[in-house]
């Protein structure tokens, strides 16, 4: 069984994720699509290249995302090369569990025994406590055995 935390940094604007310069990572997109009114997770992602040159691409569905659009950046913690496969691995789960509308693939196929911790921070770090966005309605802890969903949302921070 395949065992992630991910650090999730944002919410990021148009504006903000044109400076953003990481790369190799996850990312979410909030908002609402056109002429509906659910404000949800309505994509997730993974890139390779760089963050900023991703979501300069021509064709991309956050262009679906027109009103509220944010951006949620997700970077694995590991102490070994994050390849390739662990962020499709990760992508999955989220997809598979969440069913953002504007994703396609990944919907329908369960993935592999999965655990993933999401840890949630803003734009300078800081980690989150109290203001709460729709990118964060994604569970602490996500974990699939298989053939069932094991879910917490208990991971409070104290100091």
Not at 45 to 51: A, C, D, L, Y
Not at 53 to 69: A, G, L, S, W
Not at 107 to 131: A, C, E, F, H
Request: overall charge neutral; some cysteine; charged content about 30%.
């Amino acid at each position: 069984m395949n065992s992630y935390v991910i650090e999730w940094s944002g919410p990021y604007d148009d504006d903000e994720i044109s400076d953003v310069d990481e790369s190799k990572g996850l990312y979410l997109i909030t908002g609402f699509q056109k002429f509906k009114r659910t404000h949800a997770i309505q994509y997730c992602g993974i890139t390779e290249r760089n963050f900023k040159k991703r979501f300069n691409d021509v064709e991309h569905k956050k262009e679906f995302v027109t009103r509220e659009r944010k951006y949620w950046l997700g970077k694995i913690l590991s102490n070994t090369t994050v390849l390739r496969n662990d962020l499709e691995l990760v992508e999955g789960l989220i997809i598979y569990f969440w069913q953002p509308e504007l994703n396609v693939l990944k919907k329908s196929t369960p993935p592999n025994p999965t655990v993933i911790i999401n840890r949630w921070y803003d734009k300078d770090g800081n980690l989150r406590r109290r203001i709460m966005y729709e990118a964060q309605r994604l569970h602490d802890v996500i974990f699939w055995d298989g053939e069932s969903w094991h879910l917490s949302d208990s991971l409070k921070v104290y100091q």
